[in-house]
């Protein structure tokens, strides 16, 4: 009676599992892979309209059609042909410079009011790192990934079955 408890637990539990759908950004021979799930932001760029950039939330994949259902639009899988993804670290970087140069303007004053002269260091400094955040940030903000012979997006569905014993 007791090993049985544990299966028919295992198999009730498990029979009511969603498949979980998700868009796969691939690359000829590197085994990384970018997964983008129902619910993420995703900014492409279509055929149709080649110079433009456009921003949704996937709604739901049509795995059988290889359709994307965004909420104002459908996309098919084809019409792809490029994707755009933010990067955290320039916008961590530029935060960190802001706040350094920040820092160093305030206790650059600070030792001016306590009889010290001003240098020149108390303004080259801050603007310094003030420049280098904002350009770390205007120019590596974004990677895009052109789809063609070596990239290429792909749908997927893990279904999760019960275990067979």
């Not at 160093?104 to 306590?114: A, E, H, N, R």
């Not at 303004?123 to 955040?133: C, K, S």
Request: aromatic share 10%.
């Amino acid at each position: 009676m007791k090993p049985i408890l544990p299966i028919l637990f295992t198999l009730i539990t498990t029979l009511g599992l969603p498949a979980q759908k998700f868009l796969q950004m691939e690359k000829y021979g590197s085994p990384k892979v970018k997964k983008f799930y129902i619910g993420d932001e995703l900014t492409y760029k279509i055929k149709d309209y080649p110079d433009d950039w456009t921003t949704a939330t996937i709604e739901d994949l049509l795995i059988e059609d290889n359709i994307i259902v965004f909420s104002n639009r459908t996309v098919r899988l084809e019409d792809i042909i490029a994707i755009r993804k933010d990067r955290r670290l320039p916008l961590a970087v530029a935060n960190s410079l802001y706040t350094f140069g920040l820092t160093w303007g305030v206790l650059s004053l600070l030792d001016g009011l306590t009889g010290n002269p001003l240098k020149w260091s108390a303004a080259t400094v801050p603007a310094t790192a003030f420049t280098i955040g904002f350009l770390a940030k205007r120019i590596f903000k974004h990677r895009n990934y052109r789809m063609g012979k070596r990239r290429w997006l792909r749908m997927l569905e893990v279904v999760s079955a019960p275990p067979i014993h």
